[in-house]
């Protein structure tokens, strides 16, 4: 079982930043693929961006060139910051944990955080 908890929500205004962290629980961080989602009210969960095991990333087109998603293995913890913000990047940030297909998980698993609030308003 692997435990997100999510920190650096907040408000902020439009064109400024800020870093999302995520703390996982458990030795098997450096295997799990990790993402960052936000949900905005009405709407539905929208991926943001990823990182693999090998720090491959992807990002939603809405983000690129904004916001960078990175890992610390050392620290158990996945990072998002977000930079150039907009009132459209309104949402609930949560962290989601992937965990391969393995012997004991043939199906691997899926790990979820409880969310942040970022609110991006003057």
């Known amino acids: 079982q692997v435990q997100l908890v999510e920190s650096g929500g907040g408000l902020v205004q439009p064109g400024g930043s800020l870093r999302l962290s995520c703390a996982a629980s458990g030795s098997i961080f450096s295997i799990l693929a990790m993402g960052w989602y936000r949900q905005a009210p009405g709407k539905q969960r929208e991926l943001v961006a990823t990182?693999?095991?090998?720090?491959?990333?992807n990002y939603a087109d809405s983000v690129k060139g904004r916001f960078t998603i990175s890992r610390d293995n050392a620290k158990n913890t996945v990072y998002l910051q977000m930079n150039s913000l907009k009132p459209e990047d309104t949402a609930v940030y949560y962290c989601n944990a992937k965990r391969p297909a393995s012997l004991t998980m043939p199906r691997g698993a899926d790990y979820w955080g409880q969310g942040t609030q970022v609110t991006v308003s003057s």
């Open positions: 990182i693999t095991s090998g720090k491959s990333t």
